[in-house]
C-alpha cells in the first residue's frame, strides 16, 4: 500500500510498455519446467494491471510472445498458446469488471485458431470499456511491424494515395501497428537483461527505460510502482537543456 501513496497521481505516465521477462530461469531456480514458470507469470500480469489501472495509467503493453519466440523448442510454444488461450478465457470477466478493454498488436494470423478466436471474442467483448487498454503483443516484433508499415506506405504512393512529401512521422505511427495508441513514456524489462529484443523500436524512441532484476513471476503492483517512482524522479528533456526546462518561455 505504501507505495502507491508515494507514486505522484498527477504525473503518471499514460502508457507503459513492459516485457516480461524470467519466467523461465524462475522455473529452473525451483527445479521446474520453464512452462511452470510461464504459468507463475500469470499471477505477475494480474497484480501488475490491477495496480496499473488503480494508479491511473491508460495504456500498457504487454510484450508476451514475440515473432522470435516462435524458435523456441515445439512443447515450449504450444504450451505458451495453450496458456494464452486459458489465461484469456480466465481473465475477460476480471477486465470486464475493471473496465480494461483488450487490444492485440503483432502477426495475429500466425498463432493458432483456437487462440486467434479466443483472442478476437475477448477483444470484442471488451471493446467498450473505458477506464484502461491493455494490448497484448504477441507473435510481435518491431522489425515485422515496420516491414508492414513501409510496404503499407510503398502501395498508397504507387496507387497515388500519397505523395512522397507526405511521408512524415504522423503517417507513419499510423501505419504501425499501434496507430491510435499514444507512445509509451516508461518501458520496464525484467529478470536483469539490457536489451530491447525486437519491441517497439519506433515507439520507444524518447522512452525512459527501467530495468529490474526482478524475474517477472515475482513482480508485483508494488514493483510497477516503483517504476513509476523512477521514472518521475527523471528529467525528461527531449534534447534541451535543463535550465530550458525550468524557464518559463523556453
Ligand atoms: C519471458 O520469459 C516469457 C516469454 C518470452 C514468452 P522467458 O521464457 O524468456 O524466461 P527466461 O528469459 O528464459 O528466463
Ligand atoms: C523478449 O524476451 C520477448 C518477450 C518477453 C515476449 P526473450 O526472452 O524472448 O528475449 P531475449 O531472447 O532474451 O532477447
Ligand atoms: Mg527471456
Do not use: C
Not at 507503459?16 to 527445479?31: E, L, P, S, Y
Not at 523512477?230 to 524557464?247: A, V
Amino acid at each position: 500500500m505504501a507505495k502507491f501513496e508515494e507514486v505522484n497521481k498527477k504525473t503518471i505516465p499514460k502508457h507503459v510498455a513492459i516485457i516480461m521477462d524470467g519466467n523461465g530461469r524462475w522455473a529452473k531456480q525451483k527445479g521446474r519446467l520453464r512452462i511452470f514458470g510461464h504459468k507463475g507469470g500469470v499471477k505477475a500480469v494480474q497484480s501488475t494491471i490491477e495496480g496499473a489501472a488503480k494508479v491511473g495509467v491508460k495504456y500498457v503493453t504487454l510484450y508476451a510472445f514475440s515473432t522470435e519466440n516462435w524458435n523456441r523448442p515445439k512443447f515450449e510454444v504450444n504450451a505458451l498458446m495453450d496458456l494464452l488461450v486459458d489465461t484469456i478465457k480466465k481473465e475477460v470477466k476480471t477486465l470486464n469488471k475493471n473496465k480494461i478493454r483488450l487490444q492485440a498488436i503483432g502477426d495475429l494470423d500466425s498463432l493458432p485458431k483456437r487462440a486467434q478466436e479466443k483472442l478476437q471474442s475477448a477483444i470484442d467483448e471488451t471493446a467498450s470499456n473505458d477506464h484502461m487498454t491493455l494490448v497484448l503483443a504477441l507473435s510481435y516484433s518491431a522489425k515485422w511491424e515496420m516491414i508492414n508499415a513501409v510496404k503499407s506506405i510503398a502501395s498508397k504512393l504507387k496507387e497515388g494515395s500519397i505523395s512522397d512529401h507526405e511521408i512524415n512521422e504522423e503517417l507513419i505511427d499510423n501505419s504501425l501497428s499501434t496507430a491510435g495508441i499514444p507512445n509509451p513514456e516508461l518501458m520496464i524489462r525484467t529478470s536483469g537483461e539490457h536489451r530491447i529484443s525486437n519491441f517497439l523500436l519506433w515507439q520507444l524512441a524518447y522512452a525512459e527505460l527501467y530495468f529490474t532484476p526482478k524475474l517477472w513471476p515475482d513482480f508485483r503492483d508494488e514493483d510497477f510502482y516503483d517504476a513509476l517512482i523512477s521514472f518521475q524522479n527523471r528529467e525528461r528533456r527531449f534534447g534541451k537543456t535543463s535550465e530550458q526546462l525550468t524557464e518559463k518561455n523556453n
